[in-house]
């Protein structure tokens, strides 16, 4: 299990592995937001909690394909599911390596990113928080997107159909909790709802995932 | 036609938009069976004759 | 023994004959019941004290919605059948269901925008079960999404039952998270046990007809297009074996 996470992180490190790419569709959404909804601060402040989760869930969303993409094209998806190890731990293994090169980085970054959005200083506890809470949850929901769509292709935007509904709780609760610590007030609801939310996805939905890439490997 | 007062359009648009919606799932519905329906008799028309 | 007899449907051919039989009599019955239900709400009741004669759009709101949420349920079945006992018929019916499923979502969507405008002064709100029905439409255009993806049939049955399961999880989620998020505008349940609750006997004996007349024609457009289905997968079936020579 080591193994494959410390192959797939490497996968993702060397150049064309796509890390980063992540972090800069963050970086990018962050900056055109200013430019479409105008750059009062009072206004961008009062957003950018909310605004700060999209740009992460969406640049969840756009690194998902690669979970298994690679394997797939090369064979080694094959030789996984013959491997000794089973299907439900290859997944959670991948979901693991997505969000340590995908998610991780993007609550990294976060704080840096509020800056730009004016967000006031109370939140950025709270955001900070609420991102760590929440993308593990947005890895392993993507994973199973991704291991539905996996043999198509061009099937990006079908994965993003498919996803993004299963995103919506993961968003609320998350950005609730942003939105709140904002304010000040009381967080305590949302953040235990989303880390049941992210503890259920991750002890049930490998199962789920697991199934349906045995299905695409038949 | 009940005198439906301030509300005529909201009310007679809502059924126009429900009903038109039912009937265009239902017509299309009726037309696809026909169709496979047909293709698929022909089919095996074609197929008794050869095999 | 009924339940055995009831797996007997299972057989493609079998299904096509008995419902070939029996849809004449389920359409006649659905007609029915929509066009005295509809008319009854239309024509013969009052208006309501507050809403006016908007109140009228309930006959179409109320029953689209329950279809709504009832195919979607019909189709978690129906793919719990396929999972467990691989019966084709089943898959199918669940693709069938599909589409009426998110026409009901629709209409569900149009009128209640349409009836909220003049009582909430918005043409939509983020009301939760407004929002509940929107998310709603998104798991149904996702499920008929990938159906049509996946050119294998057992392949697309099995990753879109699966689906299902999954989508079924998260939409009963959805619903909680999304009322957390948005206390909401929405009258109280129209239909519920409690009799204060319930919309004046005037208007609801006309709702359950309406009701019944959503649910019959639910079953006959099922029906119809589960044949359908039937017929389009022999087709490809049969092709296919031509193809191979």
């Known amino acids: ?218 | 036609m009940p005198d439906l007062g301030k509300y005529a359009d909201t009310v007679l648009s809502a059924y126009a938009v429900s009903l038109l919606l039912i009937a265009v799932l239902v017509l299309l519905s009726i037309r696809r069976a026909r169709k496979m329906k047909a293709q698929l008799e022909e089919f095996e028309r074609k197929a008794k004759r050869h095999g | 023994m009924s339940l055995n007899r009831l797996w007997a449907y299972a057989n493609p051919k079998k299904f096509i004959e008995t419902t070939d039989r029996v849809l004449p009599a389920i359409w006649g019955l659905a007609a029915i019941c929509l066009v005295a239900g509809l008319v009854w709400g239309f024509f013969f009741t009052p208006e309501d004290y507050r809403q006016g004669a908007t109140v009228k759009i309930i006959y179409l709101h109320v029953p689209a919605a329950l279809m709504a949420i009832n195919a979607w349920l019909m189709m978690l079945v129906a793919s719990l059948i396929w999972i467990v006992r691989r019966h084709h018929v089943s898959a199918l019916a669940a693709r069938a269901a599909a589409p009426v499923g998110m026409v009901m979502t629709l209409i569900a969507l149009a009128t209640g925008a349409i009836w909220g405008q003049p009582m909430w002064g918005t043409w939509w709100a983020w009301d939760p079960r407004l929002t509940s029905f929107l998310i709603l439409f998104l798991f149904y255009l996702g499920y008929i999404a990938l159906w049509e993806a996946i050119e294998n049939d057992d392949t697309a049955a099995d990753l879109t039952s699966i689906l299902c399961l999954v989508g079924s999880v998260f939409a009963l989620l959805s619903r909680y998270a999304v009322n957390f998020w948005n206390q909401g505008l929405h009258q109280g349940a129209s239909l519920s046990l409690d009799k204060e609750e319930n919309v004046a006997d005037v208007f609801y004996y006309p709702l359950l007809v309406a009701i019944a007349g959503f649910v019959l024609l639910f079953v006959a457009l099922v029906l119809l297009r589960t044949q359908t289905e039937i017929r389009a997968r022999r087709m490809r079936a049969l092709a296919a074996r031509e193809r191979m020579g």
Request: proline share 6%.
């Open chain 1, 1 to 218: 299990m080591i193994a494959l996470l410390t192959r797939d992180l490497r996968l993702a490190m060397r150049a064309g592995g796509g890390f980063g790419l992540g972090l800069a569709f963050f970086l990018i959404v962050v900056v055109l937001v200013p430019f479409g909804v105008g750059p009062q601060g009072a206004l961008l402040a009062r957003i950018a909690a909310g605004v700060l989760w999209l740009g992460a869930l969406l640049a969840c969303l756009l690194s998902l394909d690669r979970i298994f993409a690679l394997d797939w094209e090369d064979g080694s998806l094959d030789l996984l599911a013959t491997a000794p190890l089973p299907m439900e731990a290859t997944v959670s293994v991948k979901a693991l390596a997505h969000w340590l090169t995908t998610g991780l980085p993007l609550v990294l970054a976060a704080p840096g990113f509020a800056l730009l959005l004016n967000l006031p200083g109370a939140g950025y506890g709270p955001l900070i928080l609420s991102l760590l809470l929440g993308t593990p949850a947005l890895s392993v929901i993507g994973t199973f997107g991704a291991a539905l769509t996996v043999g198509l292709k061009r099937g990006g935007l079908l994965l993003s159909l498919l996803v993004l509904p299963l995103y919506v709780p993961t968003l609320i609760f998350g950005a609730e909790m942003a939105r709140r610590g904002v304010d000040g007030l009381d967080y305590s609801t949302p953040l235990l709802m989303l880390a049941g939310i992210t503890c259920g996805t991750i002890a049930l939905l490998p199962f789920a995932s697991a199934a349906v890439l045995k299905v695409n490997l038949r």
